[in-house]
Every structure is written in structure tokens, then in C-alpha cells.
């Protein structure tokens, strides 16, 4: 496996009246998909925006620390952006890069439509209203965004969560790319389980009684899925022919 770039030990997340995950000890790896997969409330969301310094954890360490210029947050929540065009939405990822007043240098521009071209999309109509698109071009939008910060790490919220089925394959497809031939490092929370593990490497599995890691297929064999959300999920699923 790649080198491991980023480790947590014994990282305790939550609130300062609730513990929501205990002892996290895991790595990332570069060029490695990583799903956090889990109920809801057990803590996926708690973990992205400890990781990205949103919130203190509550002990415990990551190493090194992550900021803007090493790590990119894609959050899920529907954002409106009125009269901000794709481009200028791509451009807020160069914030960590750019001077106070927000000037763009030519290097950044080509970052940007280097960012745009990455998820599909190309610096042509770059000057549409983001809020115009359709939610999977937005989110393409948005993983441009976190492209054009430049950093190995990307942590993405359930960044499929209004979109169809084949706009789920495509940002699922696109974030495998991403890591296994632009080496990002990428963890993303998810409910998708058959994309997830048909494109992620390693599951980081959260439930009530804890946490698992460990690659996608051990994951049927390994109980914690079953204890995790506490039914007999693969039971569910047809096997493959
Ligand atoms: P998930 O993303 O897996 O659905 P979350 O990380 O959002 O889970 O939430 C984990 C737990 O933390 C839940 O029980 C939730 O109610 C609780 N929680 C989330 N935000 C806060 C907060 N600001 N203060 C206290 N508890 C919170």
C-alpha cells in the first residue's frame, strides 16, 4: 500500500456533552478512497469537521494538523450562491493561496481551469450562475472548488446526496480517478453502499458500539457491519450472477 500521509491516534470526537466516537486510530493513505460509512448520528459528519478544524476534538490527535492548504472540505449542505458564476465559485478555492484583497493571479486562472476540466466541465460557460445548474453539475462545481485548493486531501459530506443515479456513478467514478491517478487522498461519508463498494478501497465503518476500518471486501465478512446497523444488510442484497 502507499505511503500513509495522514494518521489520527486515539482520536476522541463529540461535544463537550457527548462523546459520539471513541479511540479513532486509523491512516490515510495517498492515491486511497476511503468511505466512512455508518447510521445516521454516528458521528461521519463529527469526524469530517474535526479532521478539517471545524470543531476541537475532544482528545487525541491527527497528525499532521490539517488547514486550508492541506485539506479541502466538501460539505453537502445546498448552497445558494445567488449571482456567483461557476468560475468565481471555483476561484474560492485559491482563498488559502491569494492576497487579502482576493486578486487572481494568471497561475490561479489556470488552476481553475484545470480544476474545471478535472471534474468534466472546462473553463467554456464558466461564466453561468452556479445556481442555475442542475445539483450534479453543482457538485462537480464543487469538487472543482476543492481541486483548485491543491491539496492531497479531500473530505467530502455525502456529496451524493440529491443527486440520480447516474450522476452518482459519474462523482463516485470521478473521486476513484481523482485519488488512483492524481493521488489525492479522499474520504468521503456516504449512504451509498454499492458505489462505495464498488469504487472506494477501505470503508471506515462508524456505529453504536464503535468504529471499523478495514479494505471493501472484508467488509461482508466482518460483523461490525451488521452490528454497526444493527440488521442483516447484505441479507438484502441479490448475489452477483
Ligand atoms: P452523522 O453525520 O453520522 O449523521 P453527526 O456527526 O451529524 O452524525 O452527529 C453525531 C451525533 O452528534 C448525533 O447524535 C448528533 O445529534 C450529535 N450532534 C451533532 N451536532 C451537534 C452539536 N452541535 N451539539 C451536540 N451534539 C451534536
Redesign the pocket.
Known amino acids: 500500500m502507499s505511503p500513509v500521509n495522514i494518521s489520527t491516534n486515539k482520536l476522541t470526537i ?5 462523546v ?1 466516537q471513541r479511540d479513532l486510530t486509523f491512516d490515510i493513505h495517498t492515491g486511497e478512497v476511503i468511505a466512512l460509512l ?10 469530517l ?1 474535526t479532521l478539517a478544524g471545524l470543531q476541537p476534538a475532544l482528545s487525541g490527535s491527527i497528525s499532521p494538523a490539517l488547514d486550508a492548504h492541506n485539506m479541502a472540505l466538501v460539505l453537502t449542505e445546498r448552497l445558494s450562491l445567488d449571482n456567483t458564476s461557476i468560475h468565481d465559485v471555483v476561484a474560492m478555492g485559491r482563498y488559502p493561496y491569494t492576497s487579502f484583497l482576493g486578486g487572481l493571479t494568471q497561475e490561479d486562472e489556470e488552476v481553475i481551469r484545470q480544476s474545471l476540466v478535472a471534474v468534466g466541465l472546462g473553463i467554456d460557460g464558466a461564466n453561468r450562475f452556479f445556481n442555475a445548474l442542475s445539483d450534479g453539475d453543482k457538485q462537480r462545481v464543487l469538487i472543482a472548488k476543492a481541486l483548485a485548493q491543491q491539496t492531497d486531501l479531500i473530505l467530502l ?1 455525502e456529496p451524493t446526496a440529491h443527486l440520480d443515479l447516474p450522476n452518482r456513478i459519474r462523482i463516485f467514478g470521478l473521486l476513484q480517478q481523482l485519488a488512483h491517478n492524481e493521488h489525492k487522498m479522499v474520504l468521503i ?1 456516504t449512504h451509498e453502499l454499492d458505489l462505495a463498494l464498488a469504487t472506494c478501497d477501505r470503508v471506515l465503518l ?1 456505529g453504536a458500539a464503535g468504529s471499523w476500518i478495514g479494505p471493501v471486501e472484508e467488509l461482508k465478512s466482518a460483523k461490525a457491519f451488521d452490528k454497526a446497523f444493527q440488521m442483516d444488510i447484505f441479507k438484502w442484497f441479490r448475489p452477483q450472477p
Open positions: 463529540g461535544y463537550i456533552d457527548k459520539v455508518g447510521p445516521n448520528g454516528s458521528g461521519k459528519t463529527t469526524l469537521r459530506d461519508s462508524f
